[in-house]
């Protein structure tokens, strides 16, 4: 068993209706690692099993060793497990300052540092930081919903769609963040409907189609295949 995250035959849905059916994947230490698949393959429902908000029904989820899967989603983010979701979930009501608060609830040292950090990382916050969250543009909602993340000092950072609603150049920005953030030693697990993109910025990736593992391999091997290409990259 290795350290990272490790999902093993993860079957889980919602109610009566099976939507991930015996899911395994595995994002090793330091690894980038993303999930591409089509509308309604089951992608956010596999993050939000990982991260606790749905309970699966078989399978298993460890990270280092760790069973995830009976533990509650606030013990499972004091493991360092933080999810950016969809949609990105931020208290509009709220400064941009305070919201980066709220993503070092489980700590109880000191956050300066850090949060100097994440003002490294974009400078747009620290500019707006008394500015109430709902006032920022889309892909700065996306930042900010990302530097909350970090403040809980994650050894795995989930991000679903991260590039969704975004513009192109804004996009690019988002990846080369997501890039620095790995290279900090942070493990992290991308689900794009952008596949290109995140298989050129990941090590690894996996199609998910039906709730089902349809391919997995290196990112270089998965942009070059055939069916990837055709399905995924909108070539013909
Ligand atoms: P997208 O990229 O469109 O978000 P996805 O791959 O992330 O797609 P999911 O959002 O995980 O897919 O949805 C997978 C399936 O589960 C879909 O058929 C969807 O209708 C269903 N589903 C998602 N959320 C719920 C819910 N809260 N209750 C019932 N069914 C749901």
Redesign the pocket.
């Known amino acids: 068993m290795g350290t990272g995250l490790e999902v093993r035959g993860l079957t889980a ?3 009566q ?1 099976e ?1 991930l059916h015996q899911v395994n994947l595995h994002v090793g230490a330091g690894e980038l690692v993303t999930v591409i ?10 993050l ?1 099993t990982i991260s606790g908000l749905i309970r699966p029904t078989a399978g298993e989820v460890l990270l280092d060793n760790r069973r995830l899967d009976r533990l509650s989603a606030d013990l499972i983010v004091r493991t360092g497990l933080m999810h950016v979701p ?1 949609g990105r979930r931020i208290f509009s009501r709220l400064t941009v300052l305070e919201n980066l608060e709220m993503g070092a609830y489980t700590r109880n040292d000191r956050i300066e540092t850090d949060l100097e950090d994440i003002f490294n990382l974009f400078p747009i916050l620290k500019e707006r930081r008394y500015q109430r969250a709902g006032t920022l543009s889309g892909g700065e909602q996306q930042m900010l919903a990302i530097g909350r993340a970090l403040l809980g000092k994650p050894r795995l950072l989930v991000l ?2 991260p590039s969704m609603g975004l513009a192109p150049l804004i996009v690019q920005s988002i990846f080369q963040i997501i890039e620095r953030i790995r290279s900090q030693g942070v493990m992290v697990l991308l ?1 794009e ?1 952008n596949a290109l993109q995140a298989l050129k910025l990941a090590d690894r990736g996996y199609v ?1 189609e039906n ?1 089902r593992i349809a391919l997995e391999g290196p990112a270089n091997e998965l942009l070059v295949c055939e069916e990837v290409r055709r399905s995924y990259l909108g070539e013909s």
């Open positions: 849905g919602y109610g209706i939507v698949g089509p509308n309604g393959a089951g992608k956010s429902t596999l939000r969809e679903d769609e689900v409907q998910l709730g």
